[in-house]
């Protein structure tokens, strides 16, 4: 018989994440299936790793085939102990991040603790990150686990490029109104911040991030275009942060004495 991949899905909303459980529906149909998850939910902690804390992950249920383990890191963590502790000795072939509670399209990329775990696991495996538009604890993934089992197919089938995950969002709208799939790039924008004073229930000020994402692209091609055109958006990522448009315009730093 020949041998089901083996598919390590880990997420950063938590064990607990609806969005957990759709990846698992979606990963559950191509091969063997482990899950490690954070304890609790660790969004926006980009390529965060622990060093400072000891790591602990625990087996906390087996359901209908698939291991679901839970740890007190963060989402690149989970990577690293599906790989090394969990599936030590096992070569992983897939590995699938999310699905998020929310986009991570344009600059949220570098924040997104979603993508921070495909783009870990994207050093020696294929992976896969993706997200939903919808924030909402109950949102909606029809149209991920649909269109999700189509890319994971394909890419179980073909490949990816070495050292190259995607960057999977799904708009918010019903299934049935989403035009397809697009290649795209990372839209050209970024976070406008702001930290809003607040006060607690013990009178003792605080402060809470804010924001609203703009974007300076609008251009046809990128993420957001997509999005905003009932499009799912695949993106390409690396880790690869160089940027070469710029070597020869800094190339005078190497004549500074």
Same mark, same amino acid.
């Not at 607040?198 to 993420?223: K, M, N």
């Given at each position: 018989?020949?041998?089901?991949?083996?598919?390590?899905?880990?997420?950063?909303?938590?064990?607990?994440?609806?969005?957990?459980?759709?990846?698992?529906?979606?990963?559950?149909?191509?091969?063997?299936?482990?899950?490690?998850?954070?304890?609790?939910?660790?969004?926006?902690?980009?390529?965060?790793?622990?060093?400072?804390?000891?790591?602990?992950?625990?087996?906390?249920?087996?359901?209908?085939? !698939? #291991?679901?383990?839970?740890? @007190?890191?963060?989402?690149?963590?989970? +990577?690293?102990? %599906?790989? =090394?502790? &969990?599936?030590?000795?096992?070569?992983?072939?897939?590995?699938?991040?999310?699905?998020?509670?929310?986009?991570?399209?344009?600059?949220?990329?570098?924040?997104?603790?979603?993508?921070?775990?495909?783009?870990?696991?994207?050093?020696?495996?294929?992976?896969?990150?993706?997200? !939903? #538009?919808?924030?909402?604890? @109950?949102?909606?993934?029809?149209?991920? +686990?649909?269109? %999700?089992? =189509?890319? &994971?197919?394909?890419?179980?089938?073909?490949?990816?490029?070495?050292?190259?995950?995607?960057?999977?969002?799904?708009?918010?709208?019903?299934?049935?109104?989403?035009?397809?799939?697009?290649?795209?790039?990372?839209?050209?924008?970024?976070?406008?911040?702001?930290?809003?004073?607040?006060?607690?229930?013990?009178?003792?000020?605080?402060?809470?991030?804010?924001?609203?994402?703009?974007?300076?692209?609008?251009?046809?091609?990128?993420?957001?275009?997509?999005?905003?055109?009932?499009?799912?958006?695949?993106?390409?990522?690396?880790?690869?942060?160089?940027?070469?448009?710029?070597?020869?315009?800094?190339?005078?730093?190497?004549?500074?004495?």
């Amino acid at each position: 018989m020949e041998k089901k991949p083996l598919i390590l899905v880990v997420n950063d909303d938590g064990y607990e994440a609806l969005g957990l459980e759709a990846m698992v529906e979606i990963a559950k149909e191509f091969g063997e299936v482990v899950v490690v998850a954070p304890d609790q939910v660790r969004s926006a902690m980009g390529h965060a790793i622990t060093m400072n804390v000891p790591l602990h992950v625990t087996h906390y249920k087996t359901v209908d085939g !698939v #291991q679901y383990w839970r740890t @007190n890191g963060t989402p690149v963590d989970c +990577v690293k102990l %599906g790989q =090394k502790v &969990v599936l030590r000795g096992r070569q992983v072939d897939l590995v699938l991040s999310g699905i998020n509670h929310g986009s991570n399209s344009s600059v949220s990329v570098i924040y997104s603790g979603t993508m921070g775990a495909a783009i870990e696991a994207s050093f020696d495996t294929a992976a896969i990150g993706l997200s !939903v #538009q919808d924030y909402s604890p @109950n949102a909606d993934f029809t149209a991920a +686990v649909h269109y %999700g089992k =189509k890319i &994971v197919k394909a890419v179980l089938e073909k490949g990816l490029p070495p050292h190259v995950c995607l960057n999977v969002n799904v708009p918010k709208i019903p299934f049935e109104e989403i035009k397809g799939m697009k290649i795209t790039r990372q839209t050209d924008g970024y976070w406008y911040e702001d930290m809003e004073k607040r006060v607690d229930p013990f009178g003792r000020e605080y402060y809470w991030l804010t924001g609203h994402l703009v974007d300076t692209d609008h251009a046809e091609g990128s993420c957001e275009w997509a999005l905003h055109h009932n499009y799912i958006s695949i993106q390409p990522v690396h880790y690869d942060l160089t940027a070469y448009h710029a070597m020869n315009d800094v190339k005078y730093l190497e004549d500074v004495q």
